[in-house]
């Protein structure tokens, strides 16, 4: 059963999704690239597997599908990685990895767990490490 503070959405009479918002509660992790196996079978490392799968968990059960474009807002911190499925000023970061890493295995574990069809459906995207 999903606890509701981690996830909430608002669907008004129509039926399609205006907004959804979930955290994944656990440090941000970087997709880790390929690897490639001594026997040369290539494989995704352990850790980008698990962080995925992280993603499915904290969207839960039964998520909204947005059909058509969307725009993905992200907070990755230390604490864990906030994401609104809907300004900018000076900040720093602890986080060390890219942000297009952060980004990319966002998108791929919400792809996963069923939220949008493909990610090539996200058409504004708005990502932050804090």
């Known amino acids: 059963m999903k606890d509701k503070s981690n996830a909430s959405s608002k669907t008004p009479s129509n039926g399609q999704p205006d907004e959804f918002s979930f955290v994944v509660p656990e440090r941000p992790v970087p997709k880790g690239r390929p690897r490639m196996s001594r026997k040369g079978r290539v494989y995704t490392p352990k ?3 698990l962080a995925e799968k992280s993603y499915i968990a904290a969207v839960g059960e039964n ?3 947005f059909d058509g474009p969307v725009r993905v807002e992200v ?3 230390q604490e864990g990685t906030f994401v609104t499925v809907r300004s900018l000023k000076e900040w720093s970061t602890p986080l ?3 942000l297009d890493n952060y980004i990319k295995l966002c998108l791929d574990g919400c ?3 069923g ?3 493909n990610d090539r459906s996200v058409v504004q995207l708005e990502a932050t490490k804090e």
């Open 47 to 49: 850790e980008t597997v």
């Open 63 to 65: 998520p909204p599908s």
């Open 75 to 77: 907070m990755f911190c």
């Open 96 to 98: 060390r990895g890219d």
């Open 111 to 113: 792809q996963r767990a």
């Open 115 to 117: 939220l949008f069809p």
